[in-house]
């Protein structure tokens, strides 16, 4: 079994920042891509930035300059620092993994819960 779990949302004033950081958990052999996605009320779920075990990364345009992604290895764990927010940056943001057990030979991608972001301007 695996747990994915989001972690650090919260209320933040236009121009402020917040870091959020997700944790993947159970029997996992491993992770090859880490992901993070968004979802705002009343719009689709959309890509915000992507990390390769090998630690390349990738961003949607509106997080490239404000946002940066990083990723332990070592921890399961991947963080998203976000500088410089925005009011449209209010969403929930999920963590989503390529994740292989050890009992399996293919990865396949899990979801955490999410976390609210939410501008309080």
């Known amino acids: 079994q695996v747990h994915v779990v989001e972690s650090g949302g919260g209320l933040v004033q236009a121009g402020g920042s917040l870091r959020l950081s997700c944790a993947a958990s159970?029997?996992?052999?491993?992770?090859?891509?880490m992901n993070w996605f968004r979802q705002a009320p009343g719009k689709q779920r959309e890509l915000v930035a992507t990390?390769?075990?090998?630690?390349?990364?990738d961003y949607a345009w509106f997080a490239r300059g404000r946002f940066t992604v990083t990723r332990d290895n070592s921890q399961n764990t991947i963080g998203l620092q976000m500088n410089n927010l925005k009011p449209e940056d209010t969403a929930v943001y999920y963590c989503?993994?390529?994740?292989?057990?050890?009992?399996?030979?293919?990865?396949?991608?899990?979801w955490g819960p999410g976390t609210q972001v939410a501008d309080s301007s």
């Open positions: 989503n993994a390529d994740i292989t057990l050890r009992s399996q030979r293919y990865g396949m991608y899990y």
């Open positions: 159970g029997d996992i052999s491993r992770i090859e891509i």
């Open positions: 990390i390769t075990r090998r630690g390349s990364t």
